[in-house]
């Protein structure tokens, strides 16, 4: 995509989400939502340039909107439809290049960030999401944001589906099985559902939570509690 | 005869053997918690930890209240400050087996105590620099919140301003809400049964359309003008402002 500098972060105005939502289905042209016309959005005060270019990861993209928030925090603006719409209507050429000269953006959770309340689609944005874990967890959440802005990814879906994942400790302890740093890469298996995947750890991890308060246990401990079907990853 | 067996050991609480509160105190979020259940304290050991599980937008939050023998009343919410979390309280051993939980409550939605009931919920709280804003979940009713600044916030709820210019709005969002987590193959929640049945005794024999967005979006458009044609309320709201030429 071309890269596109802005001043500063904006926010779609409820006529520009509509547009926004027409132009995402498909009813209407892109270049119908005009992003200097102040009947479709407004600056986000206190927040700072914003480059829309190719990410090469969600982590890249993630921290890039953290920077450009500045003092502002993504989880009091998380219910700020209209930015995250903004951020993923400037980076459309990034988050769903068009193939073929046709653009392909899936599940509308994807792009039309749910409210941040429902614990079921909000995980799903593009933007958002990678934007609240690397704020919440940083370097933690390199598992979790690893590989291109347009793919959700098994292991975010997996390792965010249950609220009480969203906890630092719990994340050290999927890094530490899945994240390979040398490589900047998953272990082979991480993805999958055979014994010690992400997708067990979830559910080992609900069955540990009736006997265990693992939300203030260190990652150690709970690495100490896991089956030995996690060994491989250790 | 039937007889339930424990295997982990761990005793469920009822939530009300707990009063917490969420308190403003100048800048500062404050947290609350008054054990209302004398046997918490005679069943478990005096140093066992009590903690207060708070989540919302993604964010968890663990407070620490101490041990049953020391406990705290008040603990700090570190900011950016909760509106309306999921809340669990959990009571684990801080001996050997460190971590083993004792007891928990279940998870249940903190709401202060101004929240006034129906399938539109209504609750002021900081939510500067907004004056209103809708608060939208998978599993309970939408709650509208007034700022707290606002001069009797809750009133609004019934003012010919509020619900001529921000009510519609908040009606599109609902069923908007409820449009993209309807599908004929899963049931709806509760509180969206209730905003359907509200939808068709307002429009009869008109459902909502489900999966085509535009025909949704003529039908929302639809219902909202025949909700402000029922109740008048251009009219109320003109009364309210005065008339123009």
Sequence with gaps: ?234 | MRRSIRLTGRVQLAVSSFDLQLRDVGDRQVATLVLTDPDIQRNFPPDAAVRLKLVENKRVEILRFGTLGQGKIDVDVPSPRFQAPSCQIRIARNSAPEGLLLGSTTSWTYKAGDVQDGILQFATDDIHPRIWKLDLRPKEFPIVYFDQKLANAITWATSPIFLAFALPEVIREVFRYIFRNTDASRESEDWMKHWIGWSENMIPGTAMPIGDEDAFEDWVIGLVDTFLQKHDIARHAIAELGEGS
């Design chain 1, 1 to 234: 995509m071309t890269p596109q500098s802005y001043a500063t972060l904006y926010q779609l105005t409820p006529q520009g989400l509509e547009l926004f939502t027409r132009i995402m289905h498909g009813s209407a042209p892109e270049e119908s939502l005009a992003l200097n016309d102040r009947a479709f959005l407004e600056p986000l005060p206190g927040t700072g340039p914003f480059e829309a270019r190719d990410y090469g990861s969600a982590r890249e993209l993630a921290a890039a909107v953290c920077k450009s928030l500045r003092e502002r925090s993504p989880h009091e603006l998380a219910d700020r439809t209209g930015l995250w719409a903004w951020l993923t209507f400037v980076l459309r050429d990034c988050l769903f290049a068009k193939s073929g000269g046709i653009r392909k953006v899936g599940e509308m959770h994807r792009w039309y960030p749910s409210p941040p309340g429902d614990y079921q689609k909000a995980q799903r944005h593009l933007v958002r999401m990678p934007t609240l874990l690397y704020a919440s967890l940083a370097e933690d959440a390199d598992h979790l944001l690893l590989g291109k802005p347009s793919v959700h990814g098994e292991l975010r879906e997996q390792l965010t589906a249950q609220q009480d994942m969203l906890n630092r400790n719990f994340q050290k302890v999927a890094r530490q099985l899945y994240y390979v740093d040398a490589t900047d890469s998953f272990k082979r298996g991480a993805a999958g559902s055979g014994g010690g995947s992400a997708r067990r750890l979830g559910t080992i991890r609900k069955q540990l939570d009736v006997t265990w308060d693992m939300t203030d246990m260190s990652a150690g401990q709970i690495l100490k509690l896991l089956p030995p079907e996690f060994d491989a990853y250790r």
